[in-house]
């Protein structure tokens, strides 16, 4: 756990660069300001301080209107490192919180992209050019313990300790409490609007039928020992007591039939040294009605707590990025890059600020191939390429919901594959500036054994990239130019993929043999 939590922070800590305004500082037009280029969000106005003559002063303001689809925001409002106007009145005060320490943060909104009527310019090529899907489904050859532990297709069999939600996504949310950590509050009370993210982030990036429920104990269970007697301020400490102690007192109270995943909070004030997120490590946990397939150990969510600095579960998006991408047995995407025609896949090319970041959902949407992976799109969703064989796709961008195609596959040889994508800024990705918008290829390398390595996003020696960008600085980061825009092509294991139309509705592109 302590390697996704470095990831998480890394993320965070290389995009703070926008200096923040005072809390107490008034912000209107007109008014002093103290740097050049800084911004604020005031009500749905977004000021700007402009040097005025000799003076520092905020400009007129930009008005943010509220909007329907991810179409209508305007570039300016697609900023990681800035508030967003529209966010919901619920979780204002997380945004605040975590933006005052982080600084640069995921949406806590979704806007779909808008319904496209398109008909490819080029013949797409029939099924009957394509390769049966079961080559394309990566074999992994790596037999390792370094990563997240899913080694089988979800709709192919399921897996012990792993989250399947298509196949059971009834989610039980557990109250806990301690002789040191008292509360008059309930679990649902709490954490009500948490799970309520959750549950529609996991519908809206599943293009397969999830009907994922939560419920909640009544009350927030007395556990017999104070909550520093278990060590769990740690987030990768033995777990193994707490384990034991929670099921003793829980099992008899609790029916875990029919359980896809336990989630076990504690009083929203808990001190954050002694209580961090935890995942199912350390053994099975199994009660009297049998294994608890996926258990998660929520962190502290009070985002007026003084040592904020500490609670990275207040973001909701944490959770999402552990309880669901780790849990649905995800590895971490570290993002090493393969420039072609060399290739370098050394950690000093390391981007974790990249769409390619976003499996586990560090940033936002998951990436389509885990999303086949873990079974959120299906078979038919995703074509099956030869590599010696020219072909032509078209893929709808991935974070735009519907029964589309969203991914072409390339086998290249046993435990490797291209994978091709369509990254659009809509749904949960609408904070991406568009410049990263296009087709994605990635090198599937299911024989890399090491945590966090072998998904690669490939970019083209021909596009610069850009070696010391970050959203904050300049809006870009290494890999923002890595996607391929209209009539441009990557050549990459002997395989040249090419973009013969592109816009809101995606990408076609060609893939043949050179």
Request: charged residues 20%; proline residues 4%.
């Amino acid at each position: 756990m302590n390697k996704k939590l470095i990831a998480f922070l890394s993320i965070l800590s290389l995009l703070l660069s926008t200096p923040l305004i005072p809390v107490n500082a008034a912000v209107k037009a007109g008014g002093a300001c103290t740097k050049a280029g800084i911004t604020s969000v005031v009500s749905n106005k977004t000021y700007t301080c402009i040097k005025s003559g000799k003076k520092l002063v905020w400009d007129k303001g930009i008005i943010f209107k509220s909007a329907e689809f991810a179409e209508d925001l305007s570039e300016a409002e697609r900023n990681f490192c800035e508030l967003d106007s529209g966010t919901p009145a619920e979780w204002l005060d997380v945004q605040k919180a975590t933006n005052d320490v982080f600084r640069c943060l995921p949406p806590f909104r979704y806007l779909p992209g808008k319904d496209i009527v398109y008909t490819p310019k080029n013949a797409l090529s029939e099924q009957k050019d394509l390769l049966n899907i079961t080559d394309c489904k990566v074999r992994d050859v790596a037999g390792n313990s370094e990563k997240y532990g899913r080694a089988n297709f979800a709709n192919a069999s399921h897996q012990s300790g792993i989250f399947t939600p298509t196949k059971n996504a009834n989610i039980l949310v557990v109250g806990i409490q301690f002789t040191d950590v008292q509360t008059s509050s309930t679990p649902e009370k709490d954490f009500k609007r948490y799970t309520d993210f959750y549950g529609k982030f996991l519908k809206t990036i599943s293009d397969v039928d999830v009907q994922i429920t939560y419920k909640f104990t009544q009350n927030y269970i007395q556990m017999g020992k104070p909550l520093e007697k278990y060590g769990l301020g740690d987030e990768h400490a033995d777990t193994s007591a707490f384990k034991a102690d929670f099921l003793s007192v829980t099992d008899p109270q609790i029916d875990y039939s029919n359980i896809g995943q336990v989630l076990i909070v504690a009083p929203a004030q808990t001190n954050p040294k002694l209580l961090s997120a935890h995942m199912n490590w350390y053994g099975e946990w199994r009660t009297s009605e049998g294994q608890i397939p996926s258990v998660y150990l929520h962190g502290p969510i009070l985002p007026t707590n003084p040592l904020i600095d500490r609670i990275w579960s207040v973001s909701p998006w944490i959770t999402i990025h552990e309880a669901f991408g780790h849990q649905l047995g995800l590895d971490d995407h570290l993002a090493d890059e393969q420039v072609f025609a060399h290739t370098k896949s050394s950690s000093d090319f390391r981007d974790y600020g990249s769409p390619n970041n976003q499996m586990s959902g560090a940033y936002g949407d998951f990436l389509a191939w885990d999303k086949w992976l873990s079974g959120l799109i299906s078979d038919d969703q995703v074509r099956c390429a030869s590599k010696d064989k020219t072909t032509i796709h078209w893929i709808r961008p991935n974070s735009t919901s519907g029964k589309f195609v969203k991914a072409v596959l390339i086998p290249l040889s046993d435990g490797q594959a291209l994978e091709v994508e369509s990254f659009r800024s809509t749904g949960w990705n609408w904070k991406f500036p568009t410049l990263y918008s296009g087709a994605q290829v990635h090198l599937i390398d299911r024989s890399e054994a090491r945590y966090g390595y072998g998904v690669y996003q490939l970019r083209s020696e021909s596009k610069p990239g850009s070696r010391d960008g970050t959203w904050g600085k300049n809006g870009k980061s290494n890999l923002f130019d890595a996607a391929l825009k209209l009539n441009e092509s990557l050549t990459a294991y002997g395989v040249k993929i090419t973009v013969l139309e592109a816009g809101n509705f995606g990408d076609v592109i060609r893939v043949e043999k050179i």
